[in-house]
């Protein structure tokens, strides 16, 4: 069983860059990831090319990232006296966090919208089910949890390691148990004070849908009926979802690649799209394959499902 104090005093994993003043609660950033200037600069003038770019809406509308000192999308600090009462979280990565998308258009913001409940946004860019775990606990073992908590859960075969220097992400496709790697950043006084950087490492899925699996197990037996989770990220044999149907219904990718142009760049896709979307969108009959985060509608429909369960 986990140790509630120790998990209370490390308060929640974010995602600490380097750059960030520790003294400050929140800052604000203009890009994030995938989602950077060059990008832009560069679909940019690659939708010139075909007549679109005027129309696109991101042209005009710019995107505040806000980041906490806990490394949150959030414009203030947390910590374990805040007072969750009343409120709901949202956890999981980057498609949580709303890379692309402004912060009026990410599932968080939308569940507000349409519950009328505060929803906090606890996404994590590049972070794996490890740290959607360690905060679920955390939040368990607050004064003051909750009401409910929903979980997008990442790919199964991605964590995290922190550590005190910075490392680029690394990729290792060994099979190993990541207990000491978690260990690391959750019990130090570095972790706890921020003096951290994160590395995404790629392990074996195999062992880390074990992981996910007792994860799992625990966040059910102590959130019970107070968790909502959606499983449409990952569909590798070693992590079928148990909620198929979900997923068919939310992303609908068919049904998507009938829609005009305009409403699948500016609704369903995020400021990040990349040229191999592009040339399969223009190119392609409305194929909208390829890596781009999620736009505002999808977040929407997430939302939807989540509030409906």
Not at 25 to 49: A, H, Q, V
Not at 55 to 65: A, E, F, M
Not at 129 to 151: G, H, Q, R, T
Request: aromatic share 14%.
């Amino acid at each position: 069983m986990y140790d509630k104090k120790k998990i209370r005093n490390t308060f929640p994993i974010g995602c600490h860059h380097y750059e960030m003043n520790l003294k400050d609660d929140y800052c604000i950033d203009k890009w994030n990831g995938p989602d950077s200037k060059e990008n832009f600069l560069d679909i940019s003038k690659f939708m010139d090319k075909w007549g679109y770019a005027p129309n696109w809406k991101w042209r005009s509308n710019t995107i505040n990232y806000y980041r906490s000192r806990n490394g949150l999308r959030l414009n203030f600090y947390i910590d374990e006296e805040y007072d969750f009462s009343g409120k709901q979280v949202v956890l999981g990565c980057s498609f949580v966090q709303g890379i692309g998308c402004g912060e009026d258009e990410t599932i968080s913001a939308w569940m507000t919208k349409l519950s009328g409940k505060t929803t906090l946004n606890f996404g994590n860019g590049g972070t794996g089910c490890d740290v959607v775990f360690y905060n679920a606990m955390w939040l368990a073992s607050l004064k003051n949890p909750p009401e409910k908590i929903f979980i997008l859960w990442p790919q199964v075969q991605r964590f995290s390691f922190f550590d005190t220097e910075y490392n680029i992400v690394s990729n290792k496709s060994s099979a190993r148990d990541n207990s000491k790697v978690l260990d690391s950043f959750l019990y130090t006084e570095k972790r706890r004070f921020g003096e951290y950087y994160k590395s995404q490492i790629m392990a074996n899925p195999v062992v880390q849908a074990g992981n996910k699996s007792l994860w799992l197990d625990l966040i059910r037996t102590t959130w019970g009926s107070r968790v909502v989770e959606l499983d449409i990220l990952d569909s590798s044999e070693y992590n079928k979802t148990y909620n198929d149907d979900a997923k068919n219904e939310i992303l609908n990718i068919e049904y998507r690649r009938t829609l005009p142009k305009e409403e699948i760049l500016d609704g369903y896709c995020g400021r990040d799209i990349g040229r191999d979307t592009l040339e399969r969108l223009f190119q392609n009959n409305g194929n909208t394959g390829g890596f781009c985060h999620w736009g505002s509608l999808y977040h929407r429909d997430i939302a939807s499902w989540f509030l409906a369960q």
